[in-house]
């Protein structure tokens, strides 16, 4: 059964950088369809980048396209996004997911991950 457990996040200024870490135990995350997701406080959940168990092209949601990006290292088990020019609209509740069914990645089809960590909360204020 496979468990995830984001690390990371933390209160940045806009224009600042932050790694987050998605630590898998119980399974093998390189079997797995792989993403982020977020959710803004009153919003719906975003996907925000994923990647698929081949380590294939990643995918990136308009609004993060050339200041995210996904990395998963299948020794570790642990995917990583990396977060660059932070904006203050990028403030959410950010999640790992895993989805144990498809073999491509969506970042619109957030209801087809199955395993979710519990979040990382990051926030960008000046």
């Known amino acids: 059964h496979l468990q995830l457990v984001e690390s990371g996040g933390g209160l940045v200024q806009p224009g600042g950088s932050l790694r987050l870490s998605c630590a898998a135990s119980?399974?093998?995350?390189?079997?797995?369809?792989v993403a982020w997701i977020r959710q803004a406080p009153g919003k719906e959940r975003e996907g925000v980048s994923c990647?698929?168990?081949?380590?294939?092209?990643?995918y990136y949601a308009d609004s993060v396209k050339g200041r995210f990006t996904i990395s998963r290292d299948n020794v570790k088990n642990i995917l990583y996004l990396q977060m660059n020019s932070l904006k203050p609209e990028d403030t959410a509740v950010y999640y790992c997911?895993?989805?144990?069914?498809?073999?491509?990645?969506?970042?619109?089809?957030?209801?087809?991950?199955?395993?979710w960590g519990q979040g990382t909360q990051v926030t960008v204020s000046s």
């Open positions: 997911a895993a989805d144990s069914l498809s073999n491509y990645c969506s970042v619109s089809e957030i209801n087809a991950y199955d395993y």
């Open positions: 119980g399974s093998t995350l390189g079997y797995y369809v």
């Open positions: 990647i698929g168990s081949s380590n294939s092209i990643p």
